[in-house]
Protein backbone atom coordinates (compact mmCIF):
# COMPACT_ATOMS: atom_id res chain seq x y z
CA UNK A 1 0.00 0.00 0.00
CA UNK A 2 1.57 3.49 -1.15
CA UNK A 3 1.83 6.57 0.53
CA UNK A 4 -0.83 8.05 -1.48
CA UNK A 5 -3.61 5.73 -0.72
CA UNK A 6 -2.59 6.04 3.78
CA UNK A 7 -3.12 9.48 2.72
CA UNK A 8 -6.30 9.13 1.11
CA UNK A 9 -7.52 6.34 4.47
CA UNK A 10 -6.31 9.47 7.04
CA UNK A 11 -8.40 11.90 4.92
CA UNK A 12 -11.66 10.13 4.25
CA UNK A 13 -11.70 9.01 7.95
CA UNK A 14 -11.78 12.48 9.19
CA UNK A 15 -14.15 13.30 7.04
CA UNK A 16 -16.22 10.31 7.67
CA UNK A 17 -15.43 11.75 11.45
CA UNK A 18 -17.18 14.85 10.57
CA UNK A 19 -20.17 13.94 9.14
CA UNK A 20 -20.86 11.50 11.77
CA UNK A 21 -20.93 13.95 14.46
CA UNK A 22 -23.85 14.05 16.50
CA UNK A 23 -25.70 16.97 17.78
CA UNK A 24 -24.32 17.02 21.56
CA UNK A 25 -26.59 14.86 23.44
CA UNK A 26 -25.46 12.99 25.73
CA UNK A 27 -21.90 14.74 26.56
CA UNK A 28 -20.95 16.58 29.67
CA UNK A 29 -21.08 20.22 30.02
CA UNK A 30 -16.98 21.43 29.81
CA UNK A 31 -17.89 23.58 32.67
CA UNK A 32 -19.26 20.67 34.90
CA UNK A 33 -16.24 18.18 36.40
CA UNK A 34 -19.79 15.69 36.94
CA UNK A 35 -19.99 13.37 34.24
CA UNK A 36 -23.80 13.08 35.45
CA UNK A 37 -24.83 16.35 35.67
CA UNK A 38 -25.06 16.91 39.43
CA UNK A 39 -22.57 18.57 41.72
CA UNK A 40 -18.71 17.60 41.65
CA UNK A 41 -16.38 17.58 44.38
CA UNK A 42 -14.17 20.61 43.24
CA UNK A 43 -16.38 22.45 41.91
CA UNK A 44 -19.26 22.16 44.89
CA UNK A 45 -18.58 20.50 47.61
CA UNK A 46 -14.66 22.25 48.24
CA UNK A 47 -15.91 25.43 48.44
CA UNK A 48 -18.05 24.60 50.68
CA UNK A 49 -15.52 23.05 53.15
CA UNK A 50 -13.12 25.71 52.59
CA UNK A 51 -15.53 28.74 53.50
CA UNK A 52 -16.78 26.99 56.71
CA UNK A 53 -14.42 24.27 57.83
CA UNK A 54 -10.56 24.77 56.98
CA UNK A 55 -9.37 26.62 59.36
CA UNK A 56 -6.42 26.69 61.58
CA UNK A 57 -7.84 25.21 64.83
CA UNK A 58 -10.57 23.97 63.23
CA UNK A 59 -10.31 20.94 60.08
CA UNK A 60 -7.17 22.32 58.77
CA UNK A 61 -3.42 23.23 59.85
CA UNK A 62 -0.74 21.32 61.64
CA UNK A 63 -3.26 19.20 63.56
CA UNK A 64 -6.62 19.17 62.54
CA UNK A 65 -9.64 18.37 64.89
CA UNK A 66 -10.45 14.44 64.58
CA UNK A 67 -7.09 14.09 62.40
CA UNK A 68 -9.93 15.42 59.16
CA UNK A 69 -8.06 17.84 57.35
CA UNK A 70 -10.76 19.49 55.09
CA UNK A 71 -8.22 21.40 52.95
CA UNK A 72 -8.49 21.49 49.56
CA UNK A 73 -6.38 18.78 48.41
CA UNK A 74 -6.58 17.04 51.77
CA UNK A 75 -10.46 16.79 52.32
CA UNK A 76 -11.41 13.92 49.62
CA UNK A 77 -8.69 11.64 51.04
CA UNK A 78 -9.82 12.36 54.73
CA UNK A 79 -13.50 11.75 54.11
CA UNK A 80 -14.56 9.09 51.31
CA UNK A 81 -14.28 5.57 52.92
CA UNK A 82 -12.59 6.80 55.79
CA UNK A 83 -14.15 5.56 59.68
CA UNK A 84 -15.04 8.47 61.84
CA UNK A 85 -14.06 8.81 65.33
CA UNK A 86 -17.37 9.66 67.03
CA UNK A 87 -19.55 6.47 65.79
CA UNK A 88 -19.35 3.54 63.65
CA UNK A 89 -20.57 5.15 60.49
CA UNK A 90 -17.56 6.07 57.85
CA UNK A 91 -17.45 9.80 57.08
CA UNK A 92 -18.72 9.61 53.74
CA UNK A 93 -20.24 6.54 52.44
CA UNK A 94 -20.80 6.88 48.61
CA UNK A 95 -24.44 6.00 47.62
CA UNK A 96 -25.72 6.98 50.89
CA UNK A 97 -25.93 10.32 52.83
CA UNK A 98 -27.71 8.82 55.30
CA UNK A 99 -25.07 6.35 56.45
CA UNK A 100 -22.56 9.11 56.39
CA UNK A 101 -21.54 10.63 59.44
CA UNK A 102 -20.10 13.47 57.88
CA UNK A 103 -24.07 14.36 56.95
CA UNK A 104 -25.26 13.50 60.21
CA UNK A 105 -22.58 15.99 61.63
CA UNK A 106 -24.11 19.12 59.40
CA UNK A 107 -27.54 18.40 60.12
CA UNK A 108 -27.05 18.06 63.59
CA UNK A 109 -28.57 14.76 63.95
CA UNK A 110 -25.29 13.06 64.75
CA UNK A 111 -26.90 11.76 68.44
CA UNK A 112 -28.98 9.47 66.11
CA UNK A 113 -26.68 7.72 64.74
CA UNK A 114 -24.62 7.19 67.89
CA UNK A 115 -22.48 10.12 67.61
CA UNK A 116 -21.14 12.57 69.64
CA UNK A 117 -20.00 16.39 69.55
CA UNK A 118 -21.61 18.78 68.47
CA UNK A 119 -23.15 20.32 65.02
CA UNK A 120 -20.84 21.41 62.51
CA UNK A 121 -19.92 24.34 61.96
CA UNK A 122 -19.26 24.03 65.62
CA UNK A 123 -20.38 26.97 67.53
CA UNK A 124 -21.32 28.56 64.48
CA UNK A 125 -24.26 29.32 62.15
CA UNK A 126 -25.66 25.85 60.36
CA UNK A 127 -25.06 24.91 56.60
CA UNK A 128 -27.74 26.14 54.66
CA UNK A 129 -30.32 23.43 53.75
CA UNK A 130 -29.24 24.15 49.98
CA UNK A 131 -25.39 23.21 50.76
CA UNK A 132 -26.41 20.35 52.85
CA UNK A 133 -28.68 19.30 50.01
CA UNK A 134 -25.71 19.64 47.68
CA UNK A 135 -23.46 17.51 49.65
CA UNK A 136 -25.98 14.44 49.93
CA UNK A 137 -26.40 14.83 46.33
CA UNK A 138 -22.97 14.51 45.75
CA UNK A 139 -22.95 11.32 48.31
CA UNK A 140 -25.45 9.75 46.44
CA UNK A 141 -24.26 10.64 43.16
CA UNK A 142 -21.32 8.17 44.02
CA UNK A 143 -18.99 10.83 46.19
CA UNK A 144 -16.70 10.98 43.38
CA UNK A 145 -13.48 13.00 43.17
CA UNK A 146 -14.32 14.63 40.41
CA UNK B 1 -34.33 53.79 96.17
CA UNK B 2 -33.99 57.50 96.34
CA UNK B 3 -35.16 58.89 93.20
CA UNK B 4 -32.87 61.08 90.47
CA UNK B 5 -33.03 64.56 91.39
CA UNK B 6 -31.42 65.50 87.98
CA UNK B 7 -34.78 66.29 85.66
CA UNK B 8 -33.25 63.50 82.51
CA UNK B 9 -35.46 65.43 80.20
CA UNK B 10 -33.60 68.24 80.19
CA UNK B 11 -30.08 66.42 79.47
CA UNK B 12 -31.66 64.74 75.99
CA UNK B 13 -29.34 67.77 74.43
CA UNK B 14 -26.52 66.99 76.50
CA UNK B 15 -26.64 63.50 75.27
CA UNK B 16 -26.80 63.95 72.11
CA UNK B 17 -24.18 66.89 72.11
CA UNK B 18 -22.01 64.43 73.77
CA UNK B 19 -22.63 61.73 71.32
CA UNK B 20 -20.87 63.81 69.12
CA UNK B 21 -18.38 64.39 71.04
CA UNK B 22 -17.39 61.09 71.71
CA UNK B 23 -17.79 59.79 68.02
CA UNK B 24 -15.22 62.21 66.98
CA UNK B 25 -13.15 61.21 69.95
CA UNK B 26 -13.44 57.82 68.66
CA UNK B 27 -12.33 58.52 65.50
CA UNK B 28 -9.36 60.53 67.41
CA UNK B 29 -8.46 57.87 69.85
CA UNK B 30 -5.98 56.17 67.88
CA UNK B 31 -3.80 59.65 67.41
CA UNK B 32 -4.06 60.87 70.54
CA UNK B 33 -3.91 57.09 73.04
CA UNK B 34 -1.36 57.92 75.06
CA UNK B 35 -1.45 59.52 78.41
CA UNK B 36 -4.87 58.54 79.21
CA UNK B 37 -6.25 57.07 82.13
CA UNK B 38 -4.73 53.89 83.49
CA UNK B 39 -7.80 53.16 85.30
CA UNK B 40 -10.52 53.12 82.79
CA UNK B 41 -13.23 50.63 83.21
CA UNK B 42 -13.56 47.99 80.38
CA UNK B 43 -16.99 47.96 78.44
CA UNK B 44 -17.84 45.03 76.83
CA UNK B 45 -18.63 41.54 77.89
CA UNK B 46 -17.80 38.63 76.51
CA UNK B 47 -19.77 35.65 77.81
CA UNK B 48 -23.15 35.58 75.95
CA UNK B 49 -21.29 34.18 72.80
CA UNK B 50 -20.90 30.99 75.39
CA UNK B 51 -24.50 31.41 75.70
CA UNK B 52 -25.12 31.24 72.07
CA UNK B 53 -23.26 28.98 70.70
CA UNK B 54 -23.88 26.48 73.74
CA UNK B 55 -19.84 26.38 74.03
CA UNK B 56 -17.78 26.08 76.74
CA UNK B 57 -15.52 28.67 78.05
CA UNK B 58 -12.10 26.04 76.93
CA UNK B 59 -13.75 25.56 73.63
CA UNK B 60 -12.37 28.99 72.44
CA UNK B 61 -9.79 30.35 75.14
CA UNK B 62 -6.52 29.33 75.94
CA UNK B 63 -7.58 29.86 79.76
CA UNK B 64 -9.45 27.05 79.66
CA UNK B 65 -11.48 28.99 82.65
CA UNK B 66 -12.60 31.94 80.11
CA UNK B 67 -11.37 35.22 79.34
CA UNK B 68 -7.74 36.58 77.86
CA UNK B 69 -6.94 35.33 74.23
CA UNK B 70 -8.25 33.42 72.33
CA UNK B 71 -7.38 29.46 70.93
CA UNK B 72 -6.73 28.66 67.38
CA UNK B 73 -10.28 27.73 67.21
CA UNK B 74 -11.82 31.18 68.89
CA UNK B 75 -9.87 32.98 66.63
CA UNK B 76 -11.22 31.32 63.70
CA UNK B 77 -15.08 31.41 64.78
CA UNK B 78 -14.44 35.47 65.91
CA UNK B 79 -13.08 35.86 62.15
CA UNK B 80 -15.86 34.19 60.58
CA UNK B 81 -18.72 33.66 62.56
CA UNK B 82 -18.84 36.83 64.31
CA UNK B 83 -18.35 39.90 61.79
CA UNK B 84 -20.92 40.29 58.92
CA UNK B 85 -18.43 40.40 56.00
CA UNK B 86 -15.86 37.37 56.64
CA UNK B 87 -12.44 38.20 55.04
CA UNK B 88 -9.87 35.81 54.09
CA UNK B 89 -9.25 34.00 57.41
CA UNK B 90 -5.70 34.41 59.21
CA UNK B 91 -4.21 32.06 61.46
CA UNK B 92 -2.65 33.08 64.76
CA UNK B 93 0.23 30.86 64.55
CA UNK B 94 3.16 31.65 63.72
CA UNK B 95 4.85 28.36 63.52
CA UNK B 96 3.71 24.80 64.61
CA UNK B 97 4.32 25.63 68.28
CA UNK B 98 4.05 28.98 68.81
CA UNK B 99 1.23 31.33 68.03
CA UNK B 100 -0.52 34.72 68.65
CA UNK B 101 -2.84 37.19 69.74
CA UNK B 102 -3.65 40.36 69.87
CA UNK B 103 -6.49 42.98 71.89
CA UNK B 104 -6.82 46.71 71.12
CA UNK B 105 -9.54 48.62 72.63
CA UNK B 106 -9.70 52.39 72.27
CA UNK B 107 -12.44 53.90 74.17
CA UNK B 108 -14.29 57.21 73.90
CA UNK B 109 -16.68 58.11 76.94
CA UNK B 110 -18.98 61.23 77.95
CA UNK B 111 -20.55 61.93 80.89
CA UNK B 112 -24.22 63.18 81.09
CA UNK B 113 -23.92 65.27 84.27
CA UNK B 114 -25.13 68.56 84.53
CA UNK B 115 -22.42 69.51 87.07
CA UNK B 116 -19.37 67.77 85.81
CA UNK B 117 -19.40 67.18 81.93
CA UNK B 118 -16.39 65.29 80.70
CA UNK B 119 -15.26 63.40 77.56
CA UNK B 120 -12.24 61.27 77.20
CA UNK B 121 -10.73 59.14 75.26
CA UNK B 122 -8.73 56.05 76.33
CA UNK B 123 -6.93 53.05 75.74
CA UNK B 124 -9.05 50.33 77.24
CA UNK B 125 -6.54 47.86 76.62
CA UNK B 126 -3.64 46.66 74.30
CA UNK B 127 -3.14 43.07 75.11
CA UNK B 128 -0.61 40.46 73.02
CA UNK B 129 -1.16 37.10 73.95
CA UNK B 130 1.62 34.49 73.28
CA UNK B 131 1.17 31.13 73.34
CA UNK B 132 3.89 28.24 73.35
CA UNK B 133 2.48 24.54 72.71
CA UNK B 134 5.71 22.44 74.09
CA UNK B 135 4.19 19.58 73.47
CA UNK B 136 0.98 19.75 71.23
CA UNK B 137 -2.67 19.48 73.29
CA UNK B 138 -0.53 18.58 76.31
CA UNK B 139 1.78 21.38 77.34
CA UNK B 140 1.92 24.82 77.34
CA UNK B 141 3.43 28.27 78.28
CA UNK B 142 1.25 31.34 78.28
CA UNK B 143 1.42 35.00 78.59
CA UNK B 144 -1.59 37.74 78.12
CA UNK B 145 0.75 40.98 78.03
CA UNK B 146 -0.60 44.51 78.82
CA UNK B 147 1.11 46.89 76.84
CA UNK B 148 -1.15 49.43 77.57
CA UNK B 149 -2.48 51.45 79.44
CA UNK B 150 0.25 52.05 81.90
CA UNK B 151 3.09 50.23 82.46
CA UNK B 152 3.68 47.15 80.84
CA UNK B 153 2.83 44.37 82.78
CA UNK B 154 1.27 40.84 82.80
CA UNK B 155 -1.97 39.63 83.23
CA UNK B 156 -1.64 36.19 82.99
CA UNK B 157 1.06 34.57 82.57
CA UNK B 158 1.07 30.69 83.11
CA UNK B 159 2.26 27.15 82.71
CA UNK B 160 -0.76 24.61 81.47
CA UNK B 161 -0.83 21.10 81.47
CA UNK B 162 -3.85 19.37 79.44
CA UNK B 163 -4.76 16.09 78.64
CA UNK B 164 -5.24 14.76 81.44
CA UNK B 165 -7.87 11.75 82.85
CA UNK B 166 -11.54 13.47 82.47
CA UNK B 167 -10.79 16.12 80.42
CA UNK B 168 -9.22 17.40 83.04
CA UNK B 169 -5.69 20.06 83.42
CA UNK B 170 -3.51 21.60 85.60
CA UNK B 171 -2.81 25.56 85.35
CA UNK B 172 -0.33 27.07 87.46
CA UNK B 173 1.02 31.24 87.36
CA UNK B 174 -0.71 33.97 87.35
CA UNK B 175 -4.21 33.64 86.11
CA UNK B 176 -7.81 34.93 86.33
CA UNK B 177 -10.02 33.26 89.04
CA UNK B 178 -12.62 31.39 88.08
CA UNK B 179 -15.42 32.81 89.59
CA UNK B 180 -19.09 33.19 88.15
CA UNK B 181 -19.50 34.58 84.71
CA UNK B 182 -16.04 36.33 83.49
CA UNK B 183 -17.62 39.69 82.10
CA UNK B 184 -15.40 42.06 80.21
CA UNK B 185 -17.16 44.92 82.19
CA UNK B 186 -15.04 45.17 85.16
CA UNK B 187 -17.17 48.12 86.75
CA UNK B 188 -20.28 45.32 86.85
CA UNK B 189 -21.41 44.79 90.58
CA UNK B 190 -20.62 41.15 90.17
CA UNK B 191 -17.49 41.75 89.15
CA UNK B 192 -16.21 45.08 91.25
CA UNK B 193 -18.03 43.57 94.09
CA UNK B 194 -16.50 40.18 94.26
CA UNK B 195 -13.33 41.26 93.46
CA UNK B 196 -12.91 38.71 90.51
CA UNK B 197 -11.91 41.10 87.74
CA UNK B 198 -9.86 41.52 84.68
CA UNK B 199 -6.98 43.77 87.25
CA UNK B 200 -7.00 41.46 89.84
CA UNK B 201 -5.55 38.29 88.76
CA UNK B 202 -4.23 35.96 91.15
CA UNK B 203 -0.97 33.85 91.92
CA UNK B 204 -1.69 29.94 92.32
CA UNK B 205 -2.51 26.93 91.09
CA UNK B 206 -5.49 25.81 89.02
CA UNK B 207 -6.91 22.17 88.98
CA UNK B 208 -10.19 22.00 86.15
CA UNK B 209 -12.62 18.97 85.11
CA UNK B 210 -14.82 18.99 82.48
CA UNK B 211 -16.10 15.85 81.34
CA UNK B 212 -19.16 15.65 79.10
CA UNK B 213 -21.44 19.16 79.86
CA UNK B 214 -19.57 19.14 83.32
CA UNK B 215 -16.81 21.44 84.26
CA UNK B 216 -15.10 22.36 87.60
CA UNK B 217 -13.16 24.54 88.75
CA UNK B 218 -10.68 24.88 91.44
CA UNK B 219 -7.59 27.39 92.23
CA UNK B 220 -5.74 27.53 94.96
CA UNK B 221 -4.08 31.53 95.15
CA UNK B 222 -2.38 33.70 97.39
CA UNK B 223 -6.17 35.75 97.24
CA UNK B 224 -4.15 39.10 97.16
CA UNK B 225 -4.68 39.56 93.70
CA UNK B 226 -0.65 39.23 92.85
CA UNK B 227 0.48 41.62 95.16
CA UNK B 228 3.52 40.41 97.66
CA UNK B 229 2.27 37.44 100.16
CA UNK B 230 2.63 38.41 104.11
CA UNK B 231 0.18 35.24 105.42
CA UNK B 232 -0.23 31.75 105.75
CA UNK B 233 -3.42 31.50 104.64
CA UNK B 234 -4.75 31.06 100.79
CA UNK B 235 -8.20 31.87 98.75
CA UNK B 236 -9.98 29.21 97.87
CA UNK B 237 -12.08 29.68 94.44
CA UNK B 238 -14.36 27.20 92.88
CA UNK B 239 -16.85 27.19 89.84
CA UNK B 240 -18.84 24.51 88.65
CA UNK B 241 -21.51 24.90 85.71
CA UNK B 242 -23.70 22.34 83.35
CA UNK B 243 -23.40 23.34 79.97
CA UNK B 244 -25.61 22.87 77.49
CA UNK B 245 -26.46 23.18 73.99
CA UNK B 246 -29.20 25.43 74.98
CA UNK B 247 -28.43 26.66 78.82
CA UNK B 248 -25.95 26.44 81.20
CA UNK B 249 -26.19 26.47 85.04
CA UNK B 250 -23.56 26.88 87.44
CA UNK B 251 -22.22 27.86 91.02
CA UNK B 252 -19.61 29.38 92.60
CA UNK B 253 -17.74 29.91 95.91
CA UNK B 254 -14.84 31.50 97.31
CA UNK B 255 -13.14 31.81 100.94
CA UNK B 256 -10.38 33.90 101.38
CA UNK B 257 -8.55 35.36 104.90
CA UNK B 258 -5.95 37.35 106.24
CA UNK B 259 -4.90 38.04 109.93
CA UNK B 260 -7.90 40.62 109.74
CA UNK B 261 -10.63 40.04 108.07
CA UNK B 262 -12.30 36.87 106.11
CA UNK B 263 -14.69 36.57 103.38
CA UNK B 264 -17.12 33.89 101.94
CA UNK B 265 -18.90 34.52 98.80
CA UNK B 266 -21.33 32.39 97.36
CA UNK B 267 -23.70 32.23 93.77
CA UNK B 268 -25.10 31.49 91.16
CA UNK B 269 -25.03 31.62 87.62
CA UNK B 270 -26.75 30.65 84.11
CA UNK B 271 -28.12 31.58 81.21
CA UNK B 272 -29.85 30.41 77.79
CA UNK B 273 -30.44 31.13 74.59
CA UNK B 274 -33.89 31.27 72.57
CA UNK B 275 -33.03 31.61 69.02
CA UNK B 276 -31.66 35.00 68.33
CA UNK B 277 -31.66 35.37 72.00
CA UNK B 278 -29.52 34.93 74.62
CA UNK B 279 -29.57 35.36 78.59
CA UNK B 280 -27.55 35.08 81.23
CA UNK B 281 -27.45 35.95 84.55
CA UNK B 282 -25.25 35.64 87.76
CA UNK B 283 -26.28 36.30 91.90
CA UNK B 284 -23.41 36.34 94.56
CA UNK B 285 -23.69 36.99 98.58
CA UNK B 286 -20.93 38.09 100.14
CA UNK B 287 -20.30 37.64 103.32
CA UNK B 288 -17.63 39.86 105.05
CA UNK B 289 -16.19 39.85 108.35
CA UNK B 290 -13.85 42.78 107.96
CA UNK B 291 -13.53 45.91 109.14
CA UNK B 292 -16.36 48.09 107.15
CA UNK B 293 -14.84 51.57 106.49
CA UNK B 294 -18.51 52.85 105.29
CA UNK B 295 -20.01 52.47 108.89
CA UNK B 296 -16.61 52.39 110.73
CA UNK B 297 -17.83 49.08 112.38
CA UNK B 298 -16.47 45.48 113.26
CA UNK B 299 -19.44 43.84 112.54
CA UNK B 300 -20.31 41.57 109.86
CA UNK B 301 -21.53 42.67 106.52
CA UNK B 302 -23.83 40.92 104.16
CA UNK B 303 -23.96 42.41 100.51
CA UNK B 304 -26.14 41.32 97.64
CA UNK B 305 -25.41 41.34 93.87
CA UNK B 306 -27.40 40.46 90.66
CA UNK B 307 -27.16 40.97 87.20
CA UNK B 308 -28.80 40.10 84.81
CA UNK B 309 -28.03 40.30 80.57
CA UNK B 310 -30.11 40.33 77.52
CA UNK B 311 -28.42 39.63 73.66
CA UNK B 312 -30.28 39.72 70.16
CA UNK B 313 -28.73 38.82 67.60
CA UNK B 314 -30.27 41.24 65.31
CA UNK B 315 -28.62 40.23 61.97
CA UNK B 316 -25.16 38.62 61.81
CA UNK B 317 -22.49 41.51 63.41
CA UNK B 318 -25.16 42.88 64.75
CA UNK B 319 -25.89 42.52 68.42
CA UNK B 320 -28.21 44.35 70.72
CA UNK B 321 -27.41 44.26 73.90
CA UNK B 322 -29.20 45.61 77.75
CA UNK B 323 -27.62 44.69 80.90
CA UNK B 324 -29.05 45.35 84.54
CA UNK B 325 -27.13 45.34 87.44
CA UNK B 326 -28.20 45.63 91.01
CA UNK B 327 -25.86 45.80 94.45
CA UNK B 328 -27.51 46.11 98.26
CA UNK B 329 -23.55 47.02 100.12
CA UNK B 330 -25.26 45.95 103.13
CA UNK B 331 -27.80 43.75 103.89
CA UNK B 332 -28.68 45.52 107.15
CA UNK B 333 -28.99 49.49 106.34
CA UNK B 334 -31.94 49.89 103.92
CA UNK B 335 -32.17 52.22 100.68
CA UNK B 336 -28.45 51.94 100.05
CA UNK B 337 -28.86 49.88 96.85
CA UNK B 338 -27.87 51.02 93.75
CA UNK B 339 -28.71 50.00 90.39
CA UNK B 340 -26.66 50.14 87.00
CA UNK B 341 -28.12 49.62 84.04
CA UNK B 342 -26.54 49.47 80.11
CA UNK B 343 -28.11 49.35 76.85
CA UNK B 344 -26.59 49.44 73.42
CA UNK B 345 -25.39 47.91 69.89
CA UNK B 346 -22.28 45.99 68.76
CA UNK B 347 -21.50 45.71 65.89
CA UNK B 348 -19.07 43.25 63.75
CA UNK B 349 -18.52 45.24 60.25
CA UNK B 350 -15.76 42.69 59.55
CA UNK B 351 -13.38 40.24 60.62
CA UNK B 352 -11.01 41.48 62.92
CA UNK B 353 -13.12 44.43 63.96
CA UNK B 354 -16.07 45.72 66.77
CA UNK B 355 -17.40 48.60 67.18
CA UNK B 356 -19.76 49.40 70.25
CA UNK B 357 -21.80 52.14 71.39
CA UNK B 358 -23.60 52.22 75.03
CA UNK B 359 -25.88 54.33 77.25
CA UNK B 360 -24.97 53.42 81.42
CA UNK B 361 -27.11 54.78 83.52
CA UNK B 362 -26.38 54.36 87.17
CA UNK B 363 -28.93 55.01 89.89
CA UNK B 364 -27.25 55.40 93.65
CA UNK B 365 -28.32 57.09 96.98
CA UNK B 366 -28.13 60.92 96.63
CA UNK B 367 -25.11 61.29 98.22
CA UNK B 368 -23.32 59.10 95.86
CA UNK B 369 -20.68 60.74 93.61
CA UNK B 370 -20.96 57.40 90.95
CA UNK B 371 -24.28 58.37 89.97
CA UNK B 372 -23.51 59.85 86.80
CA UNK B 373 -24.30 58.76 83.19
CA UNK B 374 -22.31 57.80 80.57
CA UNK B 375 -22.06 57.63 76.73
CA UNK B 376 -19.35 55.20 75.04
CA UNK B 377 -18.58 54.48 71.44
CA UNK B 378 -15.68 51.73 71.80
CA UNK B 379 -13.56 50.47 69.04
CA UNK B 380 -12.18 46.66 69.65
CA UNK B 381 -9.21 45.20 67.19
CA UNK B 382 -9.42 41.47 68.01
CA UNK B 383 -7.21 38.92 66.45
Known amino acids: ?146 | MAPRTTDRRLLVGVVLGRITLAMVALVAAPLVGSGLRADEPRRAEEPHLAIRTGLKCAQCHVNRSGGGGRNDFGSAWAQTQLPARTLPVRTRALNDWVALGLDLRVLAAATVSEATPRTEVAIQEAQIQVQASLIQNVLSFYVDQTLAPGNATSREVFGLWEGLPLESYVKAGRFMLPYGWRLWDDDAYIRSQTGFTYRTPDIGVEVGVEPGPMSLFVALSNGNSSTAENDSKKQVTTSAAYVNRHFRLGGSYAHNSDASSKTDMAGGFGGFRLGPLSVLGEVDYIFNEARDSTTTTNGPRDQFIAYVEGNLLALKGLNAKVTYGYHDPNRDVVEDQRIRMRFGLEWFPVSFVQLAGFYTMVEDIPQATTDVDRVTLELHLHF
Open chain 1, 1 to 146: MGPGVVRMAVIGSVLLGFGCAGDGTGLTDPDDNNNNGGPGFAADVQPIFTDNCAFSGCHAGSNPAQGMNLSDGQAYANIVNVQSNEASLLRVKPSEPDSSYLVHKIQGTQGSVGGSGGQMPLGGMALSQEQINLIREWITDGAQNN
